[in-house]
């Protein structure tokens, strides 16, 4: 009987999910939740956008995007195939698949915060019921999926694997990528059992080109940690190769042209101000807490860390040494930061290295402005603050500043003129590849 009743929830939301009847809950409607909002709708579903965000929810069901590279002309044509938004938990009984896509941070002891996934999954509980499958795609340590939401799930009198079905699937968006979409990143998923993954596979290979299934929740979480936990890694090598090659007075940049030249063996990774983004800052972190829980130091992974944490001091020492050299001090210098948003082209301040640099030099008692076409206005963010506006560039307001710190290397920036105006460049991502003498590589 047991297993007749496990089958016969699994049919049906197979079978709907197959036949495009089923309604799907995205609950978190940001970088990730968005675009997989975007893909369900194109798909031919019905979906239920859920967010405690009142102000993103009325833009939505305006038909506007708050997403730069996503245009409203997408919103309106998901609104038209039924995507509705809303901030009542209530509803979340409606839809025949929930997919969390919410953060997770870290908190102040730099530990990961899963508030926003435990507050979520309490606030969708008393409306979970049997037949729906529940989706976790926050990036987390091994074990959360497990150890967190299926004892929740099952506080309610519902066996994970018959009543109701639970998987986790990493999100893998890369904002303002232009050669991958949603659609065809492949998504890799694990479920708490076989019926689970089943379950999960045919949510997912609803709407993606290719699903990846792994053998438990726990693999999967790992899995989305390895690929940022890779880039960190990788990432802090180069940034230390860039500290070796300043010393010696050779250009990292040119060296990793060169070495990408190789047809195999060999990928380039690029040094930068610190790193930035949801995933590749805190990812390790998440790992690292989960390994001391078995007596495992992960020497190689912090150490990486601490060479990429060090980066935007490292930066702020460049830029010291280069105005000394003019006779000035960081005290009373007018700083432009060229770049705020965490990545070239997109406006996502998440983790952005550049506020720190910002905030390093305010603290030191500069006069700190920015530009950046992506961020008009310096958001409202959690732990930082600035009342500032973006700088037009202009010859005359470039040559009004001591010193420009390229931060972040938008297409959108005109090099030449920054290079013929400015009286001071620290460029932090090799876009100036001849040497001059009033550009400073860092």
Request: overall charge negative; some cysteine; hydrophobic content about 40%.
């Amino acid at each position: 009987m047991r297993d007749e009743h496990q089958s016969a929830h699994l049919q049906q939301l197979v079978a709907k999910l197959r036949d495009r009847t089923a309604v799907i809950g995205i609950i978190g409607l940001g970088y990730v939740g968005l675009p997989l909002t975007l893909r369900y709708a194109d798909a031919g579903f019905r979906v239920l956008g859920i967010d405690i965000d009142a102000a993103k929810v009325e833009k939505l069901n305006r038909g506007q995007s708050y997403i730069e590279h996503i245009p409203s002309a997408q919103i309106d044509a998901a609104r038209a195939a039924g995507f509705e938004a809303t901030t009542d938990f209530t509803r979340a009984g409606e839809p025949d698949a929930l997919i969390i896509c919410v953060p997770t941070p870290l908190n102040a002891y730099r530990e990961p915060d899963l508030s926003f996934v435990l507050d979520t999954t309490d606030a969708l509980l008393p409306f979970v019921r049997p037949g729906q499958l529940v989706s976790l795609e926050s990036t987390t340590y091994p074990g959360t999926t497990e150890e967190e939401l299926r004892p929740r799930l099952e506080s309610r009198a519902l066996v994970v694997g018959r009543d109701v079905f639970l998987v986790f699937s990493p999100e893998r968006e890369d904002p303002g990528n232009p050669n991958f979409e949603t659609r065809t990143i492949p998504k890799v998923c694990g479920g708490s059992t076989a019926a689970c993954l089943e379950a999960g596979v045919a949510l997912y290979g609803a709407a993606i080109d290719r699903v990846v299934p792994v053998s438990s929740t726990r693999a999967a979480e790992l899995t989305k940690l390895l690929e940022n936990i890779h880039r960190a890694v990788n990432i802090g090598l180069v940034n230390e190769m860039k500290i070796i090659a300043d010393k010696m007075e050779i250009d990292i940049h040119e060296v990793i042209r060169a070495a990408a030249t190789k047809p195999f063996g060999f990928t380039p990774y690029y040094p930068g101000p610190g790193l930035g983004g949801h995933c590749i800052p805190i990812d390790p972190f998440y790992l690292t807490w989960k390994a001391r829980q078995y007596g495992v130091h992960t020497r190689f992974i912090e150490l990486a860390g601490e060479i990429n944490s060090d980066m935007p001091h490292w930066v702020i020492g460049k830029v010291t040494d280069a105005l000394n050299q003019r006779g000035r001090s960081v005290m009373g210098s007018r700083v432009l930061v060229l770049g705020i948003a965490y990545k070239k082209d997109v406006e996502d301040m998440r983790e952005s290295p550049s506020v720190e640099l910002m905030e390093i030099l305010r603290d030191k008692g500069a006069h700190v402005e920015y530009s950046d076409p992506h961020v008009p206005v310096f958001p409202r963010m959690r732990e930082h603050r600035f009342e500032l506006s973006s700088v037009a560039l202009t010859p005359e307001t470039l040559a009004s500043y001591d010193l420009v710190l390229l931060a972040t290397s938008h297409s959108a920036f005109d090099y030449d003129m920054i290079r013929r105006h400015a009286n001071l460049i620290v460029d932090t991502r090799g876009v100036y590849l001849e040497r001059l003498p009033h550009v400073v590589k860092a």
